[in-house]
């Protein structure tokens, strides 16, 4: 079992950054690539960015890279969310997610952009943006 507990929201101004934490228990946390989704009120959850076990290798939704980077800290156990140059369009409930089904592996990146391919979950953190 994984818990994952998300935190670092609240609400900025845009332009501003922000830095989402995502801290695990349970499992084995260095195993497993994680991954960070966002949905917006009244739109499906979709896809930010993912991240190998190890934290060697990144992969990000096409319209954010650049502005967020993804990290992980194995020691702490923590996944972030680097998120700058905020736009009101990144207003939404972020959530981290682990991969537990296949170990450590970093399956293909499409697999690794549906929220199917994720076991666990954390409750989400509010981002919002004001304009």
């Known amino acids: 079992q994984v818990q994952l507990v998300e935190s670092g929201g609240g609400l900025v101004q845009a332009g501003d950054s922000l830095r989402l934490s995502c801290a695990a228990s349970g499992g084995t946390f260095t195993n497993y690539p994680m991954g960070w989704f966002r949905q917006a009120p009244g739109k499906e959850r979709e896809f930010v960015a993912a991240?190998?076990?190890?934290?060697?290798?990144?992969y990000y939704a096409d319209s954010l890279k650049g502005r967020f980077t993804m990290s992980r800290d194995n020691a702490k156990n923590t996944v972030y969310l680097q998120m700058n140059s905020l736009k009101p369009e990144d207003t939404a409930v972020y959530y981290c997610?682990?991969?537990?089904?296949?170990?450590?592996?970093?399956?293909?990146?499409?697999?690794?952009?549906?929220?199917?391919?994720?076991?666990?979950w954390g409750q989400g953190t509010q981002v919002t943006v004001s304009s």
């Open positions: 997610a682990a991969r537990t089904r296949h170990g450590r592996a970093w399956p293909t990146i499409a697999t690794m952009t549906r929220s199917s391919e994720y076991d666990y």
């Open positions: 991240i190998s076990w190890g934290g060697s290798s990144t």
